[in-house]
């Protein structure tokens, strides 16, 4: 069967697609460059936090209509929240499929943070003599664009920009006369920044409509040398809220200070109870399954890090020693405490001993972690630290009861996943790489961070690559977001090589 | 020279002067109760958070008329803050003299969370037949008070109410023919709800205005049983705060956990490192110097502290054991962490290694304690820890070349004090609580809290004895603070009976 579709897909190539030398990358991405970069500040200027649903609504038509102009066929797939949008364009039944994966809403915005009057309106802004950002008019445009302007604006890069590239790639494809060899499927999420919480029901939901060979995510950004990237997976991500309690209400630390049980010292007992000082967590099996080879420690030592300029940026000396370098190190499972919070600091400080203390914990997966699994190591280590552990406040019968009590909350929000170097994606995707860029890309063996790609590759078993385009320094979810000119253009070369590349 | 004060005070008594067996103290303070309570609802109608000085200008004004009304002589003294005023009666410039302390202001208020109107609007209440609080007509008191009844205001108990009573229990001795056989001052405070900060150099200032031969301070709740209370001293009071560094800005915990070091994960095991299992500082030396004998032991012993009912109400089944008892555990210094924080907890949380973590620590004194001793060996502890300790953000080369950063802040507020059971004091408030309730008071070492009184009895040498009055279930700096009516009556019977004990 697949011998048959290969065979098939050779078969149908000839007549009149495309054959991917036939097309100049570079001069075709430049002379579709400016109406690009009009279509990415069209889309910018709808604002689009998740968090409002009403903003999404208008995002949701304006891809309704920039597929269904293009001649792709769209269908809204029904979530327990916002819809996904799904653009569909079938080239010849019998060929591949792929599926392309964006995300069109963005982060909130705090608009007195920005350096202009609205994030949901583009401004272009070039380092002027002094050395500082300084805007120009947007027409500038028309006169030739500097790959080191950049545009800010609130999703610019995040993932509008990524969006927009893909389809002035496609724009210039078909100005060229060209059509891929491939099938393509486009689903759009509209909640990727508040989690995709409706994400994985949703794809079990519409498998059949979502079947592909190979899933492809057009976001986040290249490697820190900004050289062309590939990133073969992404640590998922599960969270546990711990509360621990001390008296039932907060008691003046006068009266009851070395008598009432402190719920922040305890907290902070049962937290430095979980990692050494380097960092590492010494729960028993944390780290189980994670060995890596010589070969795979080569595949991260091949990764062109500057770590000395991590550092810099990042203002630490030293770091934790999960691993030892950043690529290693995200290899591995993290247990990270995002936050903390009992009684008060700073100028709302009182003086008690407080009723509870809180700890926000995210845990990052890696295939080898089972989330259940690493759930349940970190109970026990609790439980062996003296704690009964509840999932709900504490009743004064148990109070009385239990010398320690912790509230727990986990969520798994999505798994990791990785795909091999050597898949089919990865030998194609290298190949329109080099076509494009005379040389290899930097390959991620995983990212640190988390997307919502695992729901696609477990419920639809296809191997997924993520294709990150955009600066390292695009301010993603801040304030004065930004995409980098010259990172826009490559990205839209970077998406014609890929529309090109016969697969 | 005080043999001489001492005949010339029982010479000067002998012709118009008291003598304490004339008056019945039940009976004169029943007969001016009422009264007694509609000064108190006078008082407790101006407003009076200290946060505010403007709200304190009425206050000032009202005690100057009160004050001033009773041929007292007044005066303010000048601080760097809101001004003290100091009130003076002299019987004859040869007797002892007696200086009181009263605070004015109170705590802020929260006006959602209480059960009426406004704070400053004084509510009666009774229990009714279902056992739940009533509010019942204020002119209800004109036929007589019941003792379970009480007044919710703020400030009812704290302090206002004692400084009602005082007033009410003079009115009640000038009504009946008498005066002291002693000189009195009395010394109110307008900041201490704010800590009292501008309090210790004015005392220094204003020393010779406020020397005495001992200084009793009416504030604060009776022994937990609703019993005749004596408290002999104070734990004094100092503040740390430690903020631990970690990336210079918060970072994405996708990119970056594992490898940014957590300054969240850090505090706590800097914290952890500070104290046992059980509530008792690990850090040597802490605890020196206090080694309770077997005669302090039985005083403390003497205290009846019902355990078991503090460890229900409080809602804990174990305690700290720094002491083996209640008493015990306030002999000691305290190191309570009041607060935490570190990047966001519940709903705001985000998925960020923090940039840094707070801890507000507080350390209550007892007189054993140096402060300047204990700050000095928690900072040789977190030294020992491995951290670099700084009072202010580190700079771009401290953060690159110490791997642990820590910034302090320490503020010693002030001292404990702490007065012999068998001080002039001591012996004479005994007579006046066995003439007023014909038995001993309860006899507290230290209370647990903290009250500005060191600085008086560092800058004028003299005993200083605290006189608790009002119910201990007062609400104190909540919402529906209250006074129980017999503890208001008890009260002014208290004062009473000091003002008319031969000294």
Redesign the interface.
């Known amino acids: 069967m697949k011998i048959y579709k290969l065979i098939s897909a050779i078969f149908l190539c000839l007549p009149g697609l495309v054959q991917a030398q036939h097309i100049d990358l570079q001069k075709t991405t430049e002379r579709h460059l400016v109406n690009g970069v009009k279509l990415l500040n069209e889309l910018v200027s709808i604002p689009n936090d998740s968090n409002h649903p009403d903003q999404l609504v208008p995002n949701l038509e304006w891809c309704e209509e920039n597929f269904s102009n293009r001649n792709w066929s769209i269908q809204q797939l029904a979530t327990k929240g916002f819809p996904l949008m799904l653009a569909s364009y079938e080239v010849e039944a019998t060929n591949k499929t792929v599926l392309f994966y964006f995300h069109v809403d963005g982060q909130p915005v705090d608009r007195k943070k920005w350096n202009q009057a609205d994030p949901y309106t583009p401004v272009l802004k070039k380092i002027n003599e002094s050395g500082d950002w300084e805007e120009i008019s947007m027409d500038k445009i028309e006169e030739g664009i500097d790959d080191e302007w950049r545009i800010y604006a609130r999703a610019v890069s995040d993932d509008k920009g990524p969006l927009a590239m893909f389809l002035t790639a496609w724009d210039a494809m078909i100005a060229e006369g060209h059509l891929p060899n491939y099938n393509l499927k486009v689903i759009l999420d509209f909640e990727e920044e508040i989690g995709s919480p409706n994400l994985p029901a949703a794809v079990l939901d519409h498998r059949e409509k979502l079947k592909a060979d190979m899933m492809l995510i057009m976001d986040g950004p290249r490697h820190l040398s900004n050289e062309p990237t590939l990133s073969f997976g992404?640590?998922g991500?599960s969270e546990i809220?711990l509360t621990v309690f001390?008296?039932?209400?907060a008691?003046?630390?006068?009266?009851?200070?070395?008598?009432?049980?402190?719920p922040?010292?305890r907290?902070?007992?049962l937290?430095?109870?979980m990692?050494d000082?380097e960092?590492r967590v010494i729960i028993p099996g944390f780290y189980d399954g994670i060995n890596l080879s010589p070969e795979e420690k080569m595949i991260l030592d091949a990764v062109p890090d500057d770590e000395a300029e991590i550092?810099?940026k990042?203002?630490?000396?030293?770091?934790?020693q999960?691993?030892s370098n950043?690529q290693e190190?995200?290899q591995?499972p993290?247990l990270?405490?995002?936050?903390?919070?009992?009684?008060?600091?700073?100028a709302e400080?009182?003086?008690?001993?407080?009723a509870d203390?809180?700890?926000?914990i995210?845990i990052?997966l890696v295939p080898e972690s089972d989330p259940e699994r690493l759930f349940g190591l970190v109970r026990s280590h609790i439980e062996e630290q003296?704690y009964h552990i509840l999932d709900r406040e504490p009743t004064?019968e148990e109070?009385?009861?239990?010398?320690k009590l912790v509230k727990w909350k986990g969520t798994i929000s999505y798994q990791a996943f990785r795909t091999p170097f050597d898949s089919e994606p990865g030998i194609w995707l290298e190949k329109a790489f080099i076509r494009a860029f005379a040389k290899s890309p930097i390959k991620i063996r995983i990212?640190?961070?988390?997307l919502p790609i695992s729901p696609f590759v477990d419920a639809l078993g296809f191997p997924a690559v993520t294709i990150p385009t955009v600066n390292s320094d695009n301010n993603q979810?801040g304030p004065d977001e930004n995409i980098r000119l010259g990172n826009y253009r490559e990205g839209i070369m970077t998406a014609l090589s890929i529309l090109t590349e016969k697969l």
């Open positions: 992404a640590r991500i809220t001390g008296p039932r209400a008691q003046h630390s006068g009266h009851y200070g070395n008598y009432a049980p402190n922040a010292l907290l902070s007992k937290l430095a109870s990692k000082d960092g550092k810099r990042l203002g630490i000396g030293f770091t934790d999960v691993g950043y190190s995200i591995y993290s990270n405490i995002r936050g903390l919070g009992s009684g008060w600091i700073g400080s009182r003086t008690i001993v407080p203390a809180t700890a926000e995210d990052r003296g004064d109070r009385m009861k239990y010398p990212s640190g961070g988390s979810h």
